[in-house]
């Protein structure tokens, strides 16, 4: 293998490689990248045998061939290279030599025979996405997944495609997150939990990125192409909550809030909320207000916000932090608060149509 190419390209496409390598595997071939010349052009594959991402970059390839590098020692040297240009040179005994400049490194390589082979994703229509709206609708569920669950399916996001409309969902056991949005897509039905790790990559890379993003799904693994790069994942097996039966109760009263000012009174009472003073935060909901406070034993806080309520007065206790996640993600001025009963979750919706669904299970009060 033999061949030249951008300094500057390839250390960038080298670093977000890297974060699909395994970092601690039985495997020795897992801990580095996988390099391939051929044509013009050379790939990178990252791949921990859950995630896998693959990106090219043109190069002057003088020889094919392929090799495996390790990932930290490879991006380490490419970041500290001296010039624009940067040559890699490998023999058959695996020894890999890179030079820029007057600085030169000599690698230990491993054989590419021995890379595992990347699942393939194959059937089905894509779907193609806008990215803009994907990575929104990522972001407004995401942070709802479960971190250790008995069930790992809720460590994912369901994605649910079909009849021009997508959701997804995210449940960790305490609060449920819902998006949906219209989208041009007519194919079959396609319903299927993707890993929280393998959507942190999407965002990242998509990040900057304009256009589309086009999702391949098969009944184990799919692929995400966002620009350049191919993301290839596992899907997530298991039984997933029936989250249309728990956002289904009935509803007792509302309550419209402006979202700014409701994040602003919960961020002042939490400021008496930390690690070792837990507490959670006392909301009110009354006819025109809601009185927002926390009590802990580093003292206690009190502040209320204007609202609209239709129902009778309740009270109810939230973890502030679960409380404030789904209002930071709300992208509407005001919002409408469902409530039932002081024991039963509050759902919190747009004032105007469907786009997205927030549940928040409350936190039993101690009688003052």
Request: aromatic share 6%.
């Given at each position: 293998m033999k061949f030249e190419c951008s300094t500057h390209i390839l250390s960038d496409i080298c670093s977000n490689v890297q974060r699909a390598v395994s970092q601690k595997t039985s495997i020795p071939s897992l801990e580095g990248i996988m390099i391939k010349a051929e044509g013009n052009t050379v790939t990178l594959t990252g791949y921990d045998l859950e995630v896998g991402m693959i990106t090219s970059a043109d190069a002057d390839v003088r020889e094919n061939g392929s090799i495996i590098l390790n990932a930290k020692i490879l991006c380490d040297i490419l970041r500290n290279l001296p010039e624009d240009r940067v040559s890699f040179e490998a023999d058959e005994r695996l020894s890999c030599k890179i030079k820029s400049g007057e600085a030169e490194f000599t690698l230990v390589g491993t054989s590419s025979a021995e890379y595992p082979e990347l699942p393939s994703v194959n059937g089905g229509?894509?779907?193609?996405?806008?990215?803009?709206?994907?990575?929104?609708?990522?972001?407004?569920?995401?942070?709802?997944?479960?971190?250790?669950?008995?069930?790992?399916?809720?460590?994912?996001?369901?994605?649910?495609?079909?009849?021009?409309?997508?959701?997804?969902?995210?449940v960790d056991g305490f609060r449920l997150a819902i998006r949906n949005e219209k989208i041009d897509y007519a194919?079959?039905?396609?319903?299927?939990?993707?890993?929280?790790?393998?959507?942190?990559?999407?965002?990242?890379?998509?990040?900057?990125?304009?256009?589309?993003?086009?999702?391949?799904?098969?009944?184990?693994?799919?692929?995400?192409?966002i620009?350049?790069?191919?993301?290839?994942?596992?899907?997530?097996?298991?039984?997933?909550?029936?989250?249309?039966?728990?956002?289904?109760?009935?509803?007792?009263?509302?309550?419209?809030?402006?979202?700014?000012?409701?994040?602003?009174?919960?961020?002042?009472?939490?400021?008496i909320i930390t690690d070792r003073a837990k507490?959670?935060?006392r909301c009110i909901f009354?006819?025109?207000?809601?009185?927002?406070?926390?009590?802990?034993?580093?003292?206690?806080?009190?502040?209320?916000?204007?609202?609209?309520?239709?129902?009778?007065?309740?009270?109810?206790?939230?973890?502030?932090?679960?409380?404030?996640?789904?209002?930071?993600?709300?992208?509407?001025?005001e919002v409408i608060i469902k409530l039932s009963s002081p024991v039963h979750p509050i759902i919190i919706v747009?004032?105007?149509?469907d786009s997205?669904?927030?549940?928040?299970?409350?936190?039993?009060?101690?009688t003052e």
């Amino acid at each position: 293998m033999k061949f030249e190419c951008s300094t500057h390209i390839l250390s960038d496409i080298c670093s977000n490689v890297q974060r699909a390598v395994s970092q601690k595997t039985s495997i020795p071939s897992l801990e580095g990248i996988m390099i391939k010349a051929e044509g013009n052009t050379v790939t990178l594959t990252g791949y921990d045998l859950e995630v896998g991402m693959i990106t090219s970059a043109d190069a002057d390839v003088r020889e094919n061939g392929s090799i495996i590098l390790n990932a930290k020692i490879l991006c380490d040297i490419l970041r500290n290279l001296p010039e624009d240009r940067v040559s890699f040179e490998a023999d058959e005994r695996l020894s890999c030599k890179i030079k820029s400049g007057e600085a030169e490194f000599t690698l230990v390589g491993t054989s590419s025979a021995e890379y595992p082979e990347l699942p393939s994703v194959n059937g089905g229509f894509p779907v193609v996405i806008d990215s803009e709206l994907l990575k929104d609708m990522i972001r407004k569920t995401i942070f709802a997944t479960a971190e250790n669950d008995a069930k790992i399916v809720h460590t994912g996001v369901r994605f649910e495609i079909g009849d021009n409309n997508i959701r997804l969902v995210a449940v960790d056991g305490f609060r449920l997150a819902i998006r949906n949005e219209k989208i041009d897509y007519a194919g079959d039905e396609k319903i299927f939990v993707v890993p929280k790790k393998t959507l942190n990559e999407v965002l990242k890379l998509s990040a900057g990125e304009d256009g589309k993003i086009s999702m391949s799904i098969g009944k184990r693994h799919i692929t995400f192409k966002i620009g350049d790069y191919d993301i290839v994942s596992r899907l997530l097996d298991g039984e997933f909550l029936n989250y249309k039966a728990a956002i289904s109760g009935n509803t007792t009263g509302t309550v419209k809030v402006n979202v700014r000012n409701f994040i602003n009174s919960i961020e002042r009472t939490s400021l008496i909320i930390t690690d070792r003073a837990k507490s959670p935060i006392r909301c009110i909901f009354d006819k025109d207000m809601i009185k927002i406070s926390s009590v802990t034993v580093l003292g206690s806080a009190n502040d209320r916000v204007p609202a609209e309520m239709n129902g009778e007065k309740l009270e109810m206790g939230f973890n502030n932090k679960f409380l404030l996640g789904a209002l930071r993600v709300c992208d509407t001025d005001e919002v409408i608060i469902k409530l039932s009963s002081p024991v039963h979750p509050i759902i919190i919706v747009p004032t105007d149509g469907d786009s997205f669904l927030f549940l928040i299970l409350p936190v039993r009060l101690k009688t003052e």
